[in-house]
């Protein structure tokens, strides 16, 4: 595997679609960045997979407007392989930045709404020339993670109607809680990438997640001495303007580790190579 950072993103385009703010929400018109696999370009190359990439709580754009490191990361390693990326903002149209420092049950932007987006977002991709509507993934962190869980869930009577499934579904430590209580019925295989040490969204519910559920297996993947946030660069850092977590009010540790960052890529590209090979 390539190291992160050798290989430049595509120069990502910028389109828009609609979604709601829930099932009977008004419409809110949607941003995203549509990073194309340059090895798709040519006018008699197949159709190629495609990968939905959802922000955690932080959002997606950094000071400048523009998409974040980490998404030009992932979308460069997903256009190495030859597959299309759409990274997705749910916070701008909705007049917000962050989430992270808002407490769970007052976000001004719910799941609700990020399962909305996310079922609006693969509509888009599988009407798009050159994408393979039968080879879409679900790739979402923290926060994003947590809407991958929420977009996937059968339980949900809009994912089940749903015209435009995913093959995979991807989440780097996500919150697990709420489609663990309301039952998770995945629509496609699932594969959970969880730090052992985490304090913000701890590894335990995922890894009640595990094993066959219907007819789709959920697999989790956990690293030993890894906090949020382990697939980053970022020095480890104590947050105390998080007033979730393990301990409320008491912050919440992120940062990244080496050992678990390159474990965690080369499982997220197994486990894609494998499904879209399908």
Same mark, same amino acid.
């Given at each position: 595997?390539?190291?992160?950072?050798?290989?430049?993103? +595509?120069?990502?385009?910028?389109?828009?679609?609609?979604?709601?703010?829930?099932?009977?929400?008004?419409?809110?018109?949607?941003?995203?960045?549509?990073?194309?696999?340059?090895?798709?370009? +040519?006018?008699?190359?197949?159709?190629?997979?495609?990968? #939905? #990439?959802?922000?955690?709580?932080?959002?997606?754009?950094?000071?400048?407007?523009?998409?974040?490191?980490?998404?030009?990361?992932?979308?460069?390693?997903?256009?190495?392989?030859?597959?299309?990326?759409?990274?997705? &903002?749910?916070?701008?149209?909705?007049?917000?930045?962050?989430?992270?420092?808002?407490?769970?049950?007052?976000?001004?932007?719910?799941?609700?709404?990020?399962?909305? &987006?996310? #079922?609006?977002?693969?509509?888009?991709?599988?009407?798009?020339?050159?994408?393979?509507?039968?080879?879409?993934?679900?790739?979402?962190?923290?926060?994003?993670?947590?809407?991958?869980?929420?977009?996937?869930?059968?339980?949900?009577?809009?994912?089940?109607?749903?015209?435009?499934?995913?093959?995979?579904?991807?989440?780097?430590?996500?919150?697990?809680?709420?489609?663990?209580?309301?039952?998770?019925?995945?629509?496609?295989?699932?594969?959970?990438?969880?730090?052992?040490?985490?304090?913000?969204?701890?590894?335990?519910?995922?890894?009640?997640?595990?094993?066959?559920?219907?007819?789709?297996?959920?697999?989790?993947?956990?690293?030993?001495?890894?906090?949020?946030?382990?697939?980053?660069?970022?020095?480890?850092?104590?947050?105390?303007?998080?007033?979730?977590?393990?301990?409320?009010?008491?912050?919440?540790?992120?940062?990244?580790?080496?050992?678990?960052?390159?474990?965690?890529?080369?499982?997220?590209?197994?486990?894609?190579? &494998?499904?879209?090979?399908?």
């Amino acid at each position: 595997m390539v190291p992160a950072g050798s290989v430049a993103a +595509a120069q990502p385009e910028r389109v828009q679609f609609a979604s709601t703010d829930g099932p009977a929400g008004a419409p809110v018109r949607l941003s995203g960045w549509w990073f194309k696999a340059s090895t798709a370009a +040519a006018a008699d190359a197949p159709p190629a997979p495609a990968v #939905l #990439l959802l922000h955690g709580c932080g959002g997606m754009l950094n000071r400048k407007g523009e998409p974040t490191v980490r998404i030009r990361e992932y979308a460069a390693l997903l256009n190495q392989q030859g597959w299309h990326a759409l990274a997705v &903002d749910s916070l701008t149209p909705r007049g917000e930045t962050e989430l992270c420092t808002q407490r769970i049950g007052t976000r001004k932007v719910t799941q609700v709404q990020r399962r909305q &987006d996310t #079922l609006a977002a693969l509509q888009w991709l599988a009407t798009q020339p050159g994408v393979d509507a039968g080879r879409l993934a679900l790739l979402g962190w923290s926060n994003g993670g947590s809407a991958v869980l929420a977009a996937s869930n059968l339980d949900h009577p809009e994912v089940a109607k749903s015209t435009a499934r995913p093959r995979i579904a991807v989440a780097f430590y996500p919150g697990c809680e709420a489609e663990a209580r309301r039952g998770y019925r995945p629509v496609a295989d699932t594969v959970l990438l969880v730090g052992l040490a985490d304090d913000w969204t701890p590894a335990a519910p995922c890894q009640a997640l595990a094993g066959p559920r219907g007819s789709h297996t959920v697999r989790v993947e956990a690293y030993e001495g890894a906090y949020h946030g382990f697939d980053g660069l970022a020095p480890l850092t104590h947050r105390k303007d998080v007033p979730n977590g393990v301990n409320p009010g008491q912050g919440v540790h992120v940062g990244g580790q080496p050992a678990a960052r390159a474990q965690s890529r080369q499982t997220l590209l197994r486990a894609l190579q &494998d499904a879209f090979a399908r």
